[in-house]
């Protein structure tokens, strides 16, 4: 705070003299020295006065966390739109690649953020995995997931499912197939729990089935998993929006 490293919603540094808020939003810039730098660029695919939808790259976080600061897609959008009110409606692992919907308007934010917290959200993603022919596709898998003893993973247990998702084949090429996910339901890491539990983990996923050491990013090998279009209708305006990633996961490389 004496630092000036802490800001309310205007941007505005706090000071420890100001008087309390009821329901006031504060952001802590930190510094972390010598960050380095994500060598992807975001594409920004849409933007209008009430929404930025930006393509993300993989190994990108949305948000500020850990290690990551500057590094992210939320401040790199901020500085080079030069909007400082943006907030992500949604979030995306950090390898994953894909569509990330942001609000413009603090005062907006709250009505795209119901349409999530309600399901009212259409999300598809695309992901290479290993094939099994004796899996009856399309399929939905259906289980419980609840933190892991280490606290970055998820894992199934027994009891009421509160985890869905519809999981469909695109394309086949000998070992390995493009499949499309539409998760039911938001439970975090739910398509990478999904598929390892079902045999066809994620090409690249360093965390499920086993857990790799941190740290050991190989921008060569990205997880193959593409948050590929999402869709809804505008809770402000009342039009349906549907927006699609302009990237893709090449069979090809992957199964090579």
């Not at 695309?126 to 899996?135: G, K, N, S, V």
């Amino acid at each position: 705070m004496q630092q000036g490293e802490l800001v309310d919603e205007e941007g505005v540094a706090v000071t420890a003299q100001q008087p309390y808020r009821p329901g006031i939003r504060l952001y802590y810039y930190r510094s972390i020295p010598e960050e380095p730098r994500v060598p992807f660029n975001e594409v920004v695919l849409f933007q209008d006065e009430l929404l930025v939808v930006a393509d993300k790259p993989h190994f990108l976080p949305v948000t500020p966390g850990g290690r990551h600061l500057q590094e992210t897609l939320l401040v790199r959008l901020k500085r080079r739109l030069g909007i400082d009110t943006l907030a992500p409606l949604h979030r995306l692992d950090r390898e994953t690649a894909g569509v990330v919907v942001f609000a413009v308007r603090t005062g907006t934010r709250g009505a795209y953020q119901a349409l999530f917290a309600q399901r009212q959200v259409t999300k598809h993603y695309e992901a290479i995995a290993p094939w099994r022919p004796e899996l009856s596709f399309p399929l939905i898998h259906r289980s419980r997931l609840v933190q892991d003893d280490h606290f970055l993973r998820m894992r199934e247990v027994q009891g009421e499912a509160n985890a869905e998702t519809l999981i469909e084949v695109l394309a086949v090429q000998g070992d390995t197939a493009r499949y499309r996910l539409t998760p039911l339901t938001g439970r975090t890491h739910q398509l990478r729990v999904h598929c390892a539990a079902l045999g066809i983990p994620i090409v690249g996923d360093r965390m499920y089935p086993t857990l790799l050491p941190a740290d050991t990013d190989d921008h060569a090998r990205p997880l193959q998993l593409l948050a590929r279009s999402i869709a809804f209708v505008d809770p402000i305006s009342g039009q349906p929006r549907c927006f699609d990633s302009t990237q893709g996961l090449a069979l090809a490389r992957a199964a090579g």
